[in-house]
């Protein structure tokens, strides 16, 4: 069977045809969000996509990961920090009259969690934590086989976990989330908030600092490097903690454009971990580097569509 997953990114849409047997991406493409357009718009734009991609091949149904607050149940984007037009936004309905197909729609963060259970690092497991790492700090927990999404279906918002009461600002309005240590975002602001005092670091070697010149600078051994490098390992230890206290997960998965720094940032994570969960939950539980790389979204959304149905 074929779905249609479709990863509604605030600048990018990608949009993927997925043999739902094995997670091979058959044919995919993108195109431009153009939020500036109107909701309307945007769906028609993703629906012509979807026919274009599809042409000559049936496809079974449509799961879209979304940003922002989902209602599920009815396909509607409540609100979305990347849409800030979409005020219950009905996208599931608006996409299903244009294709006459079912249509699915899942906050994206969730989506990944089901991508990673369908396709990745999750497959055979009924208790999962994933934490997506980019921009923000994204979260979706898996226990019993079951996305817990909570009583408004906005839950497992695990990147504004307060890590530190006295840290900084994050974006949701509270001081020291997850968040504001361990997203790209945050990375970037730590670096530059030191150059003054760092100002031979390989970081500002380009004019640009990114999360990925830090970690790259971190396995050079560059001293600042090397200590955003910690604070990261230490905040990300301190969640993941909280995170194997409460859910008992078998595995932590992590995904996002700061999980590809890879060992230096996963070896460290798991040590660290390891000294702060309790004992008896020492080796109930891996973490691992999402598997799904660049088709995490497209994968994820596609996995909407198989755990609605199953
Ligand atoms: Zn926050």
New binding site residues.
């Given amino acids: 069977m074929n779905i249609v997953g479709v990863d509604l990114g605030g600048t990018y849409v990608k949009i993927g045809l997925v043999d739902s047997k094995n997670g091979k991406i058959l044919k995919k493409s993108s195109i431009e969000t153009k939020v500036e357009l109107g909701g309307q718009e945007v769906v028609k734009r993703i629906a012509n996509a979807i026919l274009e991609l599809t042409e000559g091949t049936d496809y079974h149904a449509v799961g879209i990961g979304s940003p922002g607050s989902i209602d599920k149940e009815n396909g509607i984007v409540r609100f979305s920090p990347n849409f800030p037009d979409w005020h219950n936004f009905p996208l599931g309905s608006l996409l299903s009259e244009l294709l006459g197909k079912n249509v699915y729609v899942e906050n994206d963060a969730n989506s990944f969690a089901l991508g990673e259970k369908w396709f990745g690092a999750g497959i055979g497991k009924n208790h999962i934590v994933a934490l997506t790492l980019g921009t923000g700090v994204g979260g979706g927990v898996i226990s019993h086989g079951t996305l817990i999404t909570g009583s408004t279906g906005i839950g497992a918002e695990l990147?504004?976990v307060?890590i530190n009461p006295n840290g900084p600002l994050?974006?949701?309005?509270?001081y020291g989330?997850?968040?504001?240590y361990a997203s790209a975002t945050a990375i970037v602001r730590m670096a530059t908030e030191r150059k003054k005092k760092f100002p031979d670091s390989i970081i500002f070697k380009n004019e640009k600092v990114t999360a990925k010149a830090v970690f790259d600078a971190a396995r050079d051994g560059d001293r600042l490097a090397l200590m955003l490098r910690d604070e990261v390992v230490e905040a990300l230890a301190i969640g993941i903690t909280g995170f194997v206290h409460i859910f008992n997960p078998e595995v932590v998965i992590i995904g996002g454009g700061v999980s590809r720094a890879g060992d230096i940032l996963f070896e460290p994570l798991r040590k660290r971990v390891n000294e702060l969960v309790m004992p008896t939950f020492k080796d109930t539980f891996e973490i691992i580097q999402s598997p799904l790389v660049e088709n995490a979204g497209i994968l994820g959304a596609a996995s909407i569509v198989l755990q609605r149905e199953n």
């Fill in positions: 990147g504004h307060i994050c974006g949701c309005g509270n989330c997850l968040e504001s």
